[in-house]
T-cell receptor, first 112, second 113 residues
Framework: GQSLEQPSEVTAVEGAIVQINCTYQTSGFYGLSWYQQHDGGAPTFLSY????GLEETGRFSSFLSRSDSYGYLLLQELQMKDSASYFCAVRVGYNQGGKLIFGQGTELSVKP | DVKVTQSSRYLVKRTGEKVFLECVQD?????MFWYRQDPGLGLRLIYF???????EKGDIPEGYSVSREKKERFSLILESASTNQTSMYLC????????????FGPGTRLTVL
């Protein structure tokens, strides 16, 4: 089967750094994505790693290790508005659809 | 900006009714997807389409069908709605090729009574 594992919830304080881990077991791998979803909103794309290493986009960074089937999302200088659910997703198809398999999501709560 | 719209934000239907959920994207994307989202289960793929009139089953296609007659429109059909299909339904589209970012619509919260 295909599965992605990520913590169900994480709590951190404003200004802190938090890391959300994702391990995956899939048939086929073309990259790992991260999406953010605020309560009542639509998921929005944050980052994509196709190759090993760290990708940085402002306060957010994403890391991938294909040999370990592992990645993480790092959020720095946490703000209250970062409270949301974060989903990792593995791209298991390339042609004919670019199919993604999503993890169950990590609910991040940022406290003052 | 990519825009993905869904026909209804909230929908209430009765068991056994035929239900149509419509999704339209305005960026000429090749791929379109239907997911359902339930607490603790993340997003689960129901069906997707990589071209007009082409469709592929996702991970949970049972009880659903889809239609893509035009590139910009992807419809999800519940032939005979059941209470276990009460859920949030999300439509997404992506350009295809090396660019695989999926853009999501606002979702339709369907309640089947």
């Amino acid at each position: 089967g295909q599965s992605l594992e990520q913590p169900s919830e994480v709590t951190a304080v404003e200004g802190a750094i938090v890391q959300i881990n994702c391990t995956y077991q899939t048939s086929g791998f073309y990259g790992l994505s991260w999406y953010q979803q605020h309560d009542g909103g639509a998921p929005t794309f944050l980052s994509y790693n196709a190759l090993d290493g760290l990708e940085e986009t402002g306060r957010f960074s994403s890391f991938l290790s294909r040999s370990d089937s592992y990645g993480y999302l790092l959020l720095q200088e946490l703000q209250m508005k970062d409270s949301a659910s974060y989903f990792c997703a593995v791209r298991v198809g390339y042609n004919q659809g670019g199919k993604l398999i999503f993890g169950q999501g990590t609910e991040l709560s940022v406290k003052p | 900006d990519v825009k993905v719209t869904q026909s209804s934000r909230y929908l209430v239907k009765r068991t056994g009714e035929k239900v149509f959920l419509e999704c339209v994207q305005d960026m000429d994307h090749e791929n379109m997807f239907w997911y359902r989202q339930d607490p603790g289960l993340g997003l689960r793929l129901i069906y997707f389409s990589y071209d007009v009139k082409m469709k592929e089953k996702g991970d949970i296609p049972e009880g659903y069908s889809v239609s893509r007659e035009k590139k910009e429109r992807f419809s999800l059909i519940l032939e005979s709605a059941s209470t276990n299909q009460t859920s949030m339904y999300l439509c997404a589209s992506s350009l295809g090729g090396s660019e695989d970012t999926q853009y999501f619509g606002p979702g339709t919260r369907l309640t089947v009574l």
